[in-house]
């Protein structure tokens, strides 16, 4: 079975600058601008996973990202991989996009180049976290999906054996292609890419789409096409205080639960004491 396999990726900011991002009080989103990128870490498991079953299947690995210009970069890396091609959805009319705009557009990216036998993502971002964008696309697309997949194993004719992750224990399907699948990162340990990959990546096809390419319905796309909205954003306090304070073992637990008192603990539901006595 020659399987055709899209890979959807999210370039993220980068942690390290993770101090330098902004918001826009008016917006109420984040600033982007001259943040570095990464490749979401997920979907590099996702971007893993798609090139092993096409080494035990054959076919083609493609990557696929709505994204600004400038994730070229982390597209060219997913090639550098080892995928064979790559498409960037940009277009300033996608900005604002929620998760139901987001996959609409990629589920219309992925029409446009024909379909797949399986499209592959990550369970969720590091910025966002949402983990509704697969199962918003496999909708998008009339496709059954699965979303924290921690194993996978395709068949011959086809039929796709699955683990998903869920709380205590875990749950095994069995599908068939095409699908969506959502992977954690327990599936696989994503490989390194080489300076012979990089140089290959600079060789593979990459095109960009815009809404015009896709033919896209623009209710659906950026704020128009986004039911969800921030009520609103800030940057939390992360100011810290340390006091010391001194005494004997008796009056340092009476100040410190006259502290907590102070600082709305209810503390009168439990019983609390200690070998000194009760706290008063």
């Known amino acids: 079975m020659n399987c055709k396999i899209v890979v959807c990726i999210k370039p993220i900011p980068d942690p390290k600058y993770y101090n330098d991002i902004t918001i826009d009080p008016v917006k109420k989103t984040i600033r982007r601008e001259g943040i570095p990128t990464i490749i979401n870490p997920e979907d590099r498991h996702a971007i893993e996973e798609a090139l092993r079953i096409k080494?035990?299947?054959?076919?083609?690995?493609?990557?696929?990202?709505?994204?600004?210009?400038?994730?070229e970069a982390n597209l060219l890396e997913g090639l550098a991989m080892g995928a064979d091609e790559a498409y960037l959805l940009s277009d300033?009319?996608?900005?604002?996009?929620?998760?139901?705009?987001t996959s609409y557009?990629?589920?219309?990216?992925?029409?446009k180049i024909g379909g797949a036998d399986i499209v592959i993502t990550g369970s969720?971002?590091?910025?966002?976290?949402?983990?509704?964008?697969?199962?918003?696309?496999?909708?998008?697309?009339?496709?059954?999906?699965?979303?924290s997949v921690i194993e996978c194993d395709i068949k011959d004719n086809g039929e796709i054996n699955i683990k998903t992750k869920v709380e205590n224990g875990y749950m095994e399907w069995l599908g068939k292609a095409p699908m969506v699948l959502?992977?954690?990162?327990?599936?696989?340990?994503?490989?390194?890419?080489?300076?012979?990959?990089?140089?290959?990546?600079?060789k593979k096809p990459y095109e960009m789409f815009t809404s015009e390419d896709?033919?896209?319905?623009?209710?659906?796309?950026?704020?128009?096409?986004?039911?969800?909205q921030p009520g609103g954003i800030f940057s939390p306090d992360m100011s810290r205080k340390c006091e010391i304070i001194k005494g004997s073992k008796e009056e340092l637990v009476q100040v410190l639960f006259d502290k907590l008192r102070a600082n709305g603990v209810n503390l009168d539901s439990y019983n609390i004491g200690c070998e000194m006595g009760a706290i008063k």
């Open 124 to 147: 969720q971002t590091g910025d966002g976290a949402t983990a509704q964008v697969s199962s918003q696309l496999g909708e998008w697309l009339g496709l059954p999906h699965l979303w």
């Open 92 to 101: 300033r009319k996608f900005a604002g996009a929620d998760t139901l705009a």
């Open 182 to 202: 959502a992977v954690t990162r327990e599936i696989n340990t994503p490989r390194l890419t080489t300076i012979m990959g990089v140089m290959k990546a600079k």
């Open 214 to 228: 896709l033919a896209l319905d623009e209710a659906h796309i950026g704020i128009a096409g986004s039911p969800t």
């Open 105 to 111: 557009v990629l589920a219309k990216g992925i029409e």
């Open 55 to 71: 080494e035990k299947h054959g076919g083609k690995v493609i990557l696929m990202s709505m994204a600004p210009p400038n994730a």
